[in-house]
């Protein structure tokens, strides 16, 4: 299957802050896709994303599948934004194959 | 829209018993669901793929046997762990196609039910 890969791996924010979180992948996508994962385990969807650029608030994604990539920006972050943002892709009829996440805790 | 429920949440059970845990597309008919599941601190694993009506397509190592999978009507499908051990203790999340499936691969997930065998 598609190989994921998800950077950093952890990351710590002060309040306010913004921060870009990237995601690369081994192979054309019909399907990418951001998740935040809340504490209580709920995966919500931020963004499908296969190519080119949405946003919603203070967040917005890039994804650039010519180049294998696609990036989430959090903008003056909050410490509701805590948790772990999940990227995840799926070429062709295959399954959607996560990346390993980036833990992301933002401190007042 | 596009809501996905599970329940239950949580559960215990003791060692040999069987649990069963549903999925239900609560706003959209869902033609295609998903099991995955999730260590702590891991990511997400895909078990098996499930198509209303036909049988449920496991992945590489996932007993089908044990994981017994139903995707009886276009809202629900269930996921019975059978002789749970304590080493089937985990997060099982289910996902939907959304409901532009002809359109779109956008996956919709659950909320997620915690297993813990005794």
């Known amino acids: 299957g598609i190989q994921v890969e998800q950077s950093p791996p952890d990351l710590i924010l002060q309040e306010g802050a913004n921060s870009t979180l990237r995601c690369n992948f081994s192979?054309?996508?019909?399907?990418l896709q951001w998740f935040h994962q809340n504490p209580w385990g709920q995966l919500i969807n931020l963004f499908y994303?296969?190519?080119g650029t949405k946003q919603n608030g203070r967040l917005s994604a890039t994804t650039v599948a010519t180049e294998r990539y696609s990036l989430l920006y959090i903008s003056s972050s909050q410490t509701t934004d805590s948790g772990v943002y999940f990227c995840?892709?799926?070429?062709?009829?295959?399954?959607?194959?996560f990346g390993t996440g980036t833990r992301l805790t933002v401190i007042p | 829209g596009a809501v996905v429920s599970q329940h239950p949440s949580w559960v215990i059970c003791k060692s040999g018993t069987s649990v069963k845990i549903e999925c239900r597309s609560l706003d959209f008919q869902a033609t295609t669901m998903f099991w995955y599941r999730q260590f702590p601190k891991q990511s997400l694993m895909l078990m098996a793929t499930?198509?209303?009506?036909?049988?449920?397509?496991?992945e590489q190592g996932v007993e089908k046997d044990k994981f017994l999978i139903n995707h009886a009507s276009l809202t629900l499908s269930t996921l019975t762990v059978t002789s749970a051990h304590p080493e089937d203790s985990s997060f099982y999340i289910c996902s939907a196609l959304g409901p532009l499936a002809i359109t779109s691969y956008e996956q919709y997930f659950g909320p997620g039910t915690r297993l813990t065998v005794t």
């Open positions: 192979d054309s996508v019909n399907n």
């Open positions: 995840a892709a799926q070429t062709g009829a295959n399954n959607l194959f």
């Open positions: 994303i296969p190519s």
């Open positions: 499930s198509n209303e009506g036909s049988k449920a397509t496991y």
